[in-house]
């Protein structure tokens, strides 16, 4: 079973950074896809940024040039680093690891929350 920790959201002024990371436990880091999603209060979840094992990134529209997903397989960690963060960013942000080779199985953490606010 595939445990993912999430850590570093809290509370920052519209402009601000936030550094979020993401370590699986249990397997192996390295073959699993890595990604951020989020949830804003009375919306659907929504993808924010993927890596693939090979290092592939994809971004939503709204984050494209603002945040920057990446993985260091040595530290089993992915990261989201999130810059001129807005109000719009106030979201739970969930680490999602979805497993390449068989049994494809995909795994979420419990999520951690980033307030963007003046």
């Known amino acids: 079973q595939v445990q993912l920790v999430e850590s570093g959201g809290g509370l920052v002024q519209p402009g601000g950074s936030l550094r979020l990371s993401c370590a699986p436990s249990?397997?192996?880091?390295?073959?699993?896809?890595m990604g951020w999603y989020r949830q804003a209060p009375g919306k659907q979840r929504e993808l924010v940024a993927t890596?693939?094992?090979?290092?592939?990134?994809k971004y939503a529209d709204s984050v494209m040039g603002r945040f920057t997903i990446s993985r260091d397989n040595a530290k089993n960690t992915v990261y989201l680093q999130m810059n001129s963060l807005n109000l719009e960013d106030t979201a739970v942000y969930y680490c999602?690891?979805?497993?390449?080779?068989?049994?494809?199985?995909?795994?979420w953490g419990q999520g951690t929350q980033v307030t963007v606010s003046s």
């Open positions: 999602n690891a979805e497993r390449v080779i068989p049994p494809m199985e995909d795994y």
């Open positions: 249990g397997s192996t880091f390295s073959i699993y896809a």
């Open positions: 890596i693939t094992t090979d290092g592939s990134t």
